[in-house]
């Protein structure tokens, strides 16, 4: 049993995976919903869980000074969603496009006090219209693959000339391993940094952070892009 010395906080939230830090010291996780505070707890944290959720930032509250016995808390966090399309530029739509509710364009973040409860439709001209139900955690990240309209079948702009058919196939798949790599090397960068944000909370951590998860994403990006590239010319050739 607790003493006065080592007071209790019962917790309530909306993400029970988020890291709880009494100051820099890991409590444990948000699902517990109870825990011992270290003597002079100045300040407690919760911290989103590893994974691509870095952007959302830590709920933090400054605890009362002398802390009571026992202290009930509820630090809910919005609900943040990230929509993306390949190729982006999508606009998004709440409900059908007809109802006129657009919501922004591919890619796409939004934080909202409540989880979205419309079915999402995706508008990209050349490409079939595509929907969505979206999910209602608290980090929310969707991607879809947009489909083209169906071209004529007499278009032959993928055939080339026999000597170089296989030469652009090649140069496709380099280009996804070498962005791949790259992808790889800023995540790793922006993990590290991520870490010393979970036990710090400095907050100008999250810039660099930000930019070195960009980096990744575009990256990504392009090496998606060059697996699609090759993976068309080896089916279709």
Do not use: C
């Not at 993306?84 to 999508?90: M, Q």
């Not at 709440?94 to 989880?115: C, M, N």
């Amino acid at each position: 049993m607790a003493s006065a010395a080592q007071p209790i906080v019962v917790l309530e939230t909306n993400w029970p995976e988020a890291q709880v830090y009494a100051d820099s010291f890991l409590l444990g996780r948000a699902g517990l919903r109870s825990f011992i505070l270290p003597p002079g707890t100045q300040i407690l944290r919760l911290v989103p869980p590893e994974g691509d959720t870095w952007s959302i930032p830590a709920q933090q509250v400054a605890l009362p000074q002398p802390l009571p016995d026992t202290l009930w808390l509820r630090l809910p966090f919005l609900y943040y969603y990230r929509l993306e399309t390949l190729p982006s530029g999508a606009r998004i739509y709440r409900g059908l496009p007809s109802q006129a509710r657009l919501l922004g364009e591919t890619p796409f973040t939004g934080a909202f006090e409540e989880p979205l409860q419309d079915t999402l439709y995706f508008v990209h001209a050349g490409y079939a219209l595509a929907m969505l139900r979206p999910t209602a955690h608290v980090w929310n990240h969707h991607r879809l693959v947009l489909q083209p309209v169906d071209s004529p079948k007499e278009v032959t702009m993928w055939t080339p000339a026999l000597p170089r058919r296989h030469g652009l196939t090649y140069l496709a798949l380099g280009v996804a391993v070498a962005a791949t790599a790259v992808s790889i090397h800023y995540k790793f960068q922006a993990d590290r940094l991520y870490a010393r944000y979970e036990q710090t909370g400095d907050p100008a951590l999250r810039p660099r952070i930000r930019e070195l998860d960009l980096r990744a994403g575009v990256a990504l990006g392009v090496a998606q892009i060059g697996l699609g590239l090759a993976a068309f010319r080896l089916i279709f050739q």
